[in-house]
């Protein structure tokens, strides 16, 4: 953010917009997912599959049921308290609290998303690729202008000069 102030930042952070806040819903990934991904945090998803790091249910894992943008809240399956009447409510938990151990690539869009930030497994190959084309294109030629002198400068600010208006006598 670009302001220090906590107040300031506090409230940019709850008036943030959708698109601003998947961003920030980000978790760490496992190392395994690390070496694989070539990245160290990616933003939740339903059905991914996490793991508690914090709080009263550290070690807990399970897929993600529920990802709530508007409070900054996921709901993990099987991570659940009872209340007194018996039932049993879902406990809501901050994705920064969380580690990625499984990421649910059912969803297309997720995947191309991925490997055009060069995330993907196959990013050195996509990188090798790429290096490759541009190597064999050719140099694009430019166009170098003369510079001009004085005169001839001179010469065209004579020739830019607006017109004097002839009046007519009746």
């Given amino acids: 953010m670009k302001t ?15 698109h601003k806040r998947y961003k920030q819903f980000s978790a760490s990934l496992s190392t395994k997912l690390k070496e694989s991904h070539n990245a160290n945090s990616i933003p939740v998803r339903l059905g ?36 007194v009447d018996g039932t049993t409510t879902p406990i809501s938990i901050h994705p920064s609290k969380v580690r990625i151990t499984q990421l649910n690539l059912d969803d ?10 060069g995330i993907g497994e196959k990013a050195e190959l996509l990188e090798m690729r790429v290096t ?21 400068t001179k010469a065209d600010t004579k020739k ?3 017109k004097k208006k002839v009046e007519k006598s009746t």
Avoid: C, W
């Fill in 4 to 18: 220090t102030k906590p107040n300031k930042q506090h409230k940019r952070l709850y008036q943030a917009p959708l």
């Fill in 48 to 83: 991914d599959t996490v793991q508690i790091m914090r709080g009263d249910r550290k070690g807990f894992e399970g897929k993600i049921t529920k990802v709530d943008r508007a409070a900054y809240r996921i709901s993990v399956e099987g991570v659940t308290r009872e209340k």
């Fill in 108 to 117: 297309k869009r997720r995947r191309e998303a991925l490997k055009r930030k």
């Fill in 132 to 152: 490759e084309e541009t190597e064999t294109k050719p140099a694009r030629k430019t166009r170098k202008r003369k510079k001009k002198t004085s005169q001839q």
């Fill in 160 to 162: 830019r000069s607006p």
